[in-house]
Nanobody
């Protein structure tokens, strides 16, 4: 069964770092673009980052640009999100999802669920002192 599983969330102080993992099973990761999304309590889900399936191009929301880095290891069927210089406003449940048509959803910064087919269960990141 096609599945994505996130891990790596937790409690971290402002300025700290975490690395999230998104492990895929049931399909070949090489052929998929993978996006990271987050949702804070009472707020809309938003796109954070995406890595393409073709040339490995990466995309970031303005709010995380320069602080977060997305990467993929196809041999391990895993996509990572390295989060540095974390801020309290980064607190959210983080999800990974497959993206059809490359990384268009994250690039546009408009969630279109027609192109987001498979989701993980999410991992909670809390940034607090």
């Amino acid at each position: 069964q096609v599945q994505l599983v996130e891990s790596g969330g937790g409690l971290v102080q402002p300025g700290g770092s975490l690395r999230l993992s998104c492990a895929a099973s049931g399909f070949t990761l090489d052929y998929l673009a993978i996006g990271w999304f987050r949702q804070a309590p009472g707020k809309e889900r938003e796109g954070v980052s995406c890595i393409s399936n073709s040339d490995g191009s990466t995309y970031y929301a303005d709010s995380v640009k320069g602080r977060f880095t997305i990467s993929r290891d196809n041999a391990k069927a895993t996509v990572y999100l390295q989060m540095n210089s974390l801020k309290p406003e980064d607190t959210a449940v983080y999800y990974c999802a497959t993206e059809s048509y490359g990384c268009g959803v994250v690039v546009a910064q408009v969630l279109d669920y027609r192109y987001l087919e498979v989701w993980g269960q999410g991992t909670l990141v809390t940034v607090s002192s």
